[in-house]
C-alpha cells in the first residue's frame, strides 16, 4: 500500500493493514520530521483506501521507537515560540489523525517505546506490549516536556496520579507497572507481541472490544489528584529548581483535568513551545548532543589506538592503587610497581578496600574482586614491563622526580609502549624533554577520586603522535572514563579555566564578601558547592599550590596582586577538611562522616585580608563575578586551539568540576548570554583586572552576534 524510508504499509487477510516502522539503513527507529510525514501519508493512505477494516502498529527493529531524533532539536527550538508552538501543532495534528482513523487500531510494543515512541502507542485504542519492553515519557530529562499527546492522552489511561510521576521521572516502566496501571491492555512474551496485538485487533473488528466507546470516553476531561499534585510540585522544585519543566508540566496537567481531550492537546502544544524556550532545555538538549559527539570520538580512538591489553601504573600508594584498582576491574592485566613496599602494600590495600565497597553494594561478587584483585601485580622490579601497551606514572607531583623515573622506566619498556604522566599542573612538554621518544609520551590527569570522576584529559605534548594521544585516550575509555584530549598549557584545561573562577572568587573577598553568602548565590546557580567550600574539599595548601602554579603561566592576567584567603588560611594552618578547619568547621558524627559547620573566627580572621572592609554584594553580582572570567577563559582555550571544539570545553568542565547540567558549560552560558551582552558586562568590571578582560576575537564575534555552537 505504500513504502516509505521509515515506515511502511502492508495489507493482511481480512481486510486489515500493518503499518511497520522500519527505518531503513538504521539499527531503531527514531521519531523525526521523516517519520512523523510518512506517517501522515499511511494514515491518509488508508482512510482513502475505504476496505481496511483495522490497523496493527508494529516494528521491525529490536525495539519499537527508541524516542525522537533529538539532533532535530537545537534548530528546531532556536524559532521563535509562536513558529515552534505552529511547527509542533502540525506535528500533533498527525498524531489526531491517526487516533481519528475510522477503525480500531492495536500497537504491538516490543523493545522500547520512549518519547513519541510511546506517545505514537497513546494515539492508538489497544496496546501489546512484550514482557520485557519498557515505556516512558523521558523528556524532562532534556529539560522539555512531552509534546505529542502524552500529557493529555497518558491520564485518561493511568490517571492524574501516576501521569505526573511517569512524566516528572521520565523513568522507563516495566511492563508489569504499565499494564497493572492501565497503560496497556495485554502483556504477552516477546515473541508473542504481534500475534496478540493481531488477535486484539480481530476482536475489536468483531466487537467483542468497544474500541469506539473507548474513544468517546477519553475525549472527556480525567479528574486531578489536587493533594498528589501539590506534593508533587514540592517535590520537584526541592530536587532541581534549575530545570522548570517538570513542574511547568504538573502545572499543565493542572490546567488540563478540566478540558476535553482536544482542549488539552491544545493546552500542552503551548506549554511545550514555552518549555523548549528555557535555559534548561537548550542547555540540556546541547548536552545530548554533545555527549553522542563524544561517543563518536572515542570510538574513533579506539580505532586509531594501539592494541592495549596490559597496562602498567609507576607509583603505589592511594592514586597509584585507584588507577590500578580501575584499570584491573575492567579487564586490563595491570603491573603495579614501586620502590617502596609500604607503598606496594598501601596501593594493595586501596584496590582491595575499593574491591571491598563493590562487593557489599552488590555490584560484584566476592569470586569476581578476587579474580580482579588478582590480576593487579605489584612488584618491586621492572619484570613484565617490557610487554605492557600502557604505562601510567603516578608518582609524587614533582617536576624533577617524574623526569626521572620517566626516563627510567622508558628504557625498560618496549619501543612501542606510550607512556603517561599523571600529573595536574606540571608541563607536559617539560617532562618529554627527559625522554629519547617523546612520540610515545603523553599527560593522563586523572580528576579524584579517580574510581568515581569520570573525566581523564589526555595531554598532548609538542611532539605527541596522534596515535599515542588515541591509545591512552582509548585506554581510558576502557576504565569507563570520558577522555578529553587537550594540548599542554599551564592547567591544561580544567584547572586553568577553574583558576579563573577562584581568583574570581579571592578577589570577592578580598572586595568584602561574605563568603557563605558567595557560597549560596554559587550553590543556587547550580553548583554542587560554593567555592569556599570547594577550597576546604581540595586542602587550602594544595589549592595555594596549584594557583601558583597556573597563575605564574598566564602574566597579569592571573596573578592575583593581593594577599588573598587561601594564603591566609595555609599561614593559619586551616587546611580544610584535611584537618577540620578552613572556611567552615569539620567534625565526625557518630557514624564518623564528616560535619560541616559555620566557623565564628571565619569572618572575623578573613577582615585581615579585607582592606576596604566587609560589603554585602547582590547575588546577582557575586555570579557574574565568578563566572564571566571562567567564560572568558573557556573562550581563549578554544581560540588557542587547547581543545578542538567548545563541546570538549563544555563537557570537560561538566565531567571534572560539576558546571551546572542546566547551564550548559561556559561556552553554552555565554551563548545563552548572548556575545554582545556578555562583552558589556565584561567591559563593566573592566577596572577589576585582567581577568575580565575579553578578546579581541569575542568582541569581533559580539558584533557580528555570534555564538560558540553554531
Given amino acids: ?67 525522537a531524533d533529538i539532533f532535530e532539536f537545537t534548530q528546531l527550538f532556536a524559532r521563535p515560540e509562536s513558529e515552534l508552538a505552529a511547527y509542533n501543532l502540525a506535528q500533533n495534528q498527525v498524531f489526531n489523525e491517526l487516533a481519528q482513523l475510522p477503525l480500531p487500531t492495536v500497537c504491538a510494543i516490543n523493545g522500547l517505546a520512549l518519547g513519541g515512541g510511546f506517545e505514537v502507542t497513546l494515539a492508538t485504542d489497544f496496546r501489546v506490549l512484550g514482557n520485557a519492553a519498557k515505556v516512558g515519557l523521558p523528556e524532562v530529562g532534556l529539560g522539555i516536556i512531552p509534546g505529542l499527546g502524552g500529557t493529555a492522552r497518558l491520564p485518561r489511561l493511568i490517571g492524574s496520579a501516576a501521569s505526573i510521576d511517569w512524566i516528572t521521572s521520565g523513568k522507563p516502566q516495566t511492563s508489569a507497572a504499565a499494564k497493572q496501571l492501565g497503560a496497556v491492555d495485554e502483556v504477552v512474551d516477546d515473541q508473542a507481541v504481534r500475534q496478540c496485538a493481531l488477535a486484539v485487533l480481530a476482536e475489536a473488528v468483531s466487537g467483542q472490544r468497544d474500541w469506539q466507546a473507548l474513544r468517546r470516553q477519553r475525549s472527556l476531561s480525567f479528574a486531578l489528584d489536587t493533594e498528589q499534585s501539590a506534593n508533587a510540585k514540592a517535590a520537584v522544585i526541592a530536587r532541581n529548581p534549575l530545570v522548570p519543566a517538570p513542574l511547568l508540566a504538573i502545572e499543565l496537567l493542572e490546567r488540563s483535568a478540566g478540558l476535553s481531550l482536544a482542549e488539552a492537546l491544545i493546552e500542552e502544544n503551548r506549554t511545550f513551545a514555552q518549555v523548549a524556550q528555557t535555559q534548561a532545555a537548550q542547555a540540556l538538549v546541547q548536552l545530548f548532543i554533545n555527549d553522542q559527539y563524544l561517543r563518536k570520538k572515542t570510538r574513533d580512538y579506539a580505532k586509531a589506538s594501539r592494541k592495549l591489553s596490559r597496562a602498567a601504573v609507576l607509583g603505589a600508594g592511594i592514586m597509584g592503587g585507584g588507577i590500578a584498582y580501575t584499570s584491573a576491574a575492567n579487564g586490563v592485566l595491570t603491573i603495579m610497581k614501586d620502590i617502596s613496599q609500604a607503598a606496594l602494600d598501601l596501593g594493595m590495600a586501596e584496590a582491595g578496600k575499593l574491591l571491598d565497597k563493590q562487593v557489599s553494594n552488590n555490584r560484584m561478587t566476592q569470586f569476581q574482586a578476587e579474580r580482579v584483585l588478582e590480576s593487579i601485580t605489584p612488584t618491586l622490579t621492572y619484570q613484565g614491563m617490557d610487554k605492557v601497551d600502557v604505562l601510567v606514572e603516578a608518582v609524587v607531583e614533582n617536576l624533577a622526580v617524574k623526569k626521572t623515573v620517566l626516563a627510567a622506566v622508558e628504557t625498560q619498556v618496549a619501543a612501542s609502549t606510550v607512556l603517561a604522566s599523571n600529573t595536574s599542573s606540571l608541563s607536559i612538554t617539560e617532562i618529554a624533554s627527559a625522554l629519547q621518544r617523546p612520540e610515545n609520551f603523553v599527560g593522563m590527569h586523572f580528576f579524584n577520586p579517580v574510581p568515581v570522576m569520570p573525566l581523564v584529559e589526555v595531554i598532548c605534548g609538542p611532539h605527541t603522535s596522534e596515535q599515542s594521544a588515541a591509545t591512552v585516550a582509548s585506554y581510558a575509555a576502557t576504565l569507563g572514563k570520558t577522555p578529553i584530549v587537550v594540548k599542554d598549557c599551564p592547567g591544561f584545561l580544567v584547572n586553568r579555566i577553574l583558576t579563573a573562577n577562584v581568583l574570581a572568587f579571592l578577589r570577592l573577598i578580598h572586595d568584602g564578601a561574605d563568603y557563605q553568602a558567595v557560597d549560596q548565590a554559587m550553590e543556587a546557580f547550580g553548583w554542587p558547592m560554593g567555592p569556599a567550600y570547594l577550597q576546604d574539599v581540595i586542602g587550602m595548601d594544595t589549592s595555594r599550590h596549584v594557583i601558583d602554579c597556573i597563575s605564574q603561566g598566564y602574566g597579569d592576567r592571573m596573578l592575583p596582586g593581593f594577599t588573598h584567603a587561601v594564603e591566609l588560611m595555609v599561614t593559619e594552618q586551616r587546611l580544610g577538611q584535611k584537618n577540620g578547619l578552613g572556611f567552615y568547621r569539620y567534625d565526625r558524627d557518630i557514624k564518623g562522616r564528616l560535619m560541616k559547620s559555620v566557623d565564628p573566627d571565619t569572618q572575623a580572621l578573613l577582615t585581615r585580608v579585607q582592606p576596604q572592609g566587609r560589603r554585602e554584594f547582590s547575588s546577582e553580582e557575586i555570579v557574574e563575578r565568578i563566572m564571566l572570567p571562567m567564560l572568558i577563559e573557556a573562550a581563549r582555550a578554544l581560540e588557542e586551539g587547547i581543545c578542538e571544539s567548545a563541546i570538549e570545553i563544555d563537557m570537560a568542565l561538566i565531567l571534572g568540576v560539576g558546571f551546572p547540567r542546566p547551564v550548559g558549560g561556559a561556552l553554552k552560558y555565554a551563548d545563552w548570554l548572548g556575545l554582545p551582552a556578555l562583552v558589556a558586562r565584561c567591559d563593566h568590571y573592566a577596572a577589576l583586572g585582567g581577568l575580565y578582560q575579553v578578546t579581541p576575537q569575542m568582541r569581533e564575534m559580539a558584533s557580528n552576534n555570534l555564538k560558540f555552537y553554531s
Avoid at 502492508?10 to 523525526?32: H, I, M, P, S, Y
Avoid at 506517517?39 to 483495522?54: E, P
Fill in 1 to 67: 500500500m505504500y513504502q516509505g524510508q521509515t515506515l511502511h504499509l502492508t495489507r493482511l487477510d481480512n481486510q486489515l493493514v500493518e503499518l511497520c516502522f522500519d527505518r531503513k539503513g538504521e539499527a531503531v527507529n527514531k521519531f523525526d520530521a521523516l517519520t512523523v510525514e510518512e506517517l501522515r501519508i499511511a494514515c491518509k493512505t488508508i482512510r482513502d483506501s475505504g476496505d481496511v477494516h483495522g490497523l496493527v502498529l508494529t516494528s521491525a527493529k529490536d525495539s519499537f521507537i527508541v524516542g
